[in-house]
């Protein structure tokens, strides 16, 4: 069976997963949304209070499996149907896949075109109209048709090269080098954002936080986002756990990738206000696409050196998407590997090969194909809700049912203490969030849109 061969590559690895487009494209819109600093802090209990115990409970399940996600629930109840989580956990990571690759396109055309193309040959002079027209021409990159599906099938290669070149010299290796550069990008890009003229106001929306500002809804929304940025209940986390050594101490693993993952969007948070409110667009739409491929390319537009700041970014949301796209498509991959017997060549292939044709249609659902709705959804927003808000928080909710109340009772203390040769002072109190206070929540979640 497949490992990482080092601590720091595991780390890198299960960092880079949990590290990606939730951070960089999700988190800033879900905290200009929610009240700024108020849900910094209630996204904060989130990833501590529920977020690591839930993240242990993957890493217990797929540790002991050392094999798929539906293969890891076998092992534990063989005779039962709880392999149909892991399950769950396969298809949600699959129709992710299909739309992340898309966004993965778009980044690696935008990084291109920061240098090479004319993305910002079209640069506004500073007034309205100027601006307008440029982020008019932003619109055309997303919503053309054949750039985007060239740049998808590209990221589609790029991934299942890596995939092709296995667990230690490919996904752990391309993460040993992606993960740090990140992180020194990140960094670069900080000192840069707040030192710029009228950073403060930005920061202070961040990070000050409104108590009345805390809503139900506020809650709801801080609990999804640290599911989906921890990559929880998608079967990425039983996989990536099964190639983990004996010796790996499960807790400090997963407080250490949760605590890494926070850090990089409150990092990103510190990037985007600082210079969002400095260009004095505190007030414009900040959500996903708009964001990062509009809001953000104007900014550059206005500084010095913007080809080399846009490139760099854009440099930075590759590393993110791509190392989270490996750990996305490696969760079929060890599947197709494992219960049907496939070579490593032919699984991958057999993952990616159909992911040209899906990923495509979600493309074109942003462009020519805009107009076919399913349950008033384009292709690309019903993946991602079908995915995000419903199989995910199922996924999990299950997950926690399963091993807080029906797998053997020392699987977790076992797992947790690799079978007693460790101490850990956290079993108890673990179980008890994952037997009660995590589902609870989790089914709050899941129902709350119908009380809307
Ligand atoms: N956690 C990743 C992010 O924040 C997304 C992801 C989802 C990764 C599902 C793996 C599995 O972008």
Request: a neutral charge.
């Amino acid at each position: 069976m497949a490992q990482f061969a080092s601590k720091l590559g595991l780390i890198a690895a299960t960092v880079g997963s949990a590290v990606g487009l939730g951070n960089v494209w999700r988190f800033p819109a879900e905290a200009q949304a929610n009240g700024g600093g108020a849900f910094l802090i209630v996204y904060l209990f989130c990833v501590l209070l529920l977020g690591i115990p839930v993240m242990l409970g993957e890493f217990a399940i797929g540790r002991n499996g050392a094999t798929d996600a539906v293969g890891a629930y076998k092992k534990i109840a063989p005779a039962k149907s709880w392999w149909i989580v892991g399950l769950i956990g396969i298809i949600a990571s699959y129709m992710i896949l299909c739309f992340y690759t898309v966004v993965t396109g778009w980044t690696l055309e935008y990084m291109v075109n920061s240098v090479f193309g004319d993305l910002y040959s079209n640069i506004g002079q500073g007034s309205d109209a100027a601006d307008a027209a440029f982020a008019g021409s932003m619109n055309e990159y997303i919503k053309s048709d054949w750039a985007p599906l060239i740049y998808t099938a590209i990221s589609i290669a790029i991934t299942a090269g890596v995939l092709l070149m296995g667990v230690e010299k490919g996904i752990e290796r391309v993460s040993n080098i992606m993960m740090p550069a990140l992180f020194i990008l990140l960094i670069i890009f900080c000192f840069a954002s707040l030192s710029l003229p009228g950073a403060g106001q930005g920061v202070e929306f961040f990070l000050w936080p409104d108590f009345s500002k805390i809503t139900p809804m506020v809650v709801i929304n801080a609990l999804g986002q640290a599911f989906f940025s921890l990559s929880l209940g998608m079967g990425v986390l039983y996989t990536y756990a099964g190639y983990f050594p004996k010796q790996t101490k499960l807790a400090q693993t997963a407080t250490t990738v949760s605590l890494l993952d926070l850090m990089v969007s409150v990092m990103m948070g510190l990037i985007i206000f600082p210079a969002v409110a400095s260009f004095g667009m505190m007030g414009s739409d900040l959500e996903g696409s708009t964001l990062v491929f509009i809001t953000l390319p104007e900014i550059f537009e206005q500084m010095p050196g913007t080809k080399l700041w846009s490139l760099l970014f854009f440099m930075l949301l590759l590393f993110a998407a791509l190392t989270s796209v490996i750990s996305i498509a490696e969760v079929s991959v060890r599947l197709f590997q494992d219960r049907l017997k496939m070579s490593r060549l032919k699984a991958v292939l057999t993952v990616m090969l159909p992911l040209l044709g899906l990923s495509a249609v979600c493309s074109l659902s942003q462009g020519s194909l805009s107009d076919v709705k399913v349950f008033g959804m384009d292709f690309f927003t019903l993946f991602d809700t079908v995915a995000s808000n419903i199989l995910l928080p199922v996924g999990s909710l299950l997950m926690c049912i399963f091993l807080g109340w029906f797998a053997p009772r020392n699987l977790l203390p076992d797992q947790l203490t690799n079978n007693g040769s460790l101490r850990c002072r956290v079993v108890k109190p673990v179980m008890f969030l994952i037997k009660w206070v995590a589902p609870i929540a989790i089914l709050i979640i899941l129902i709350s849109p119908l009380l809307k």
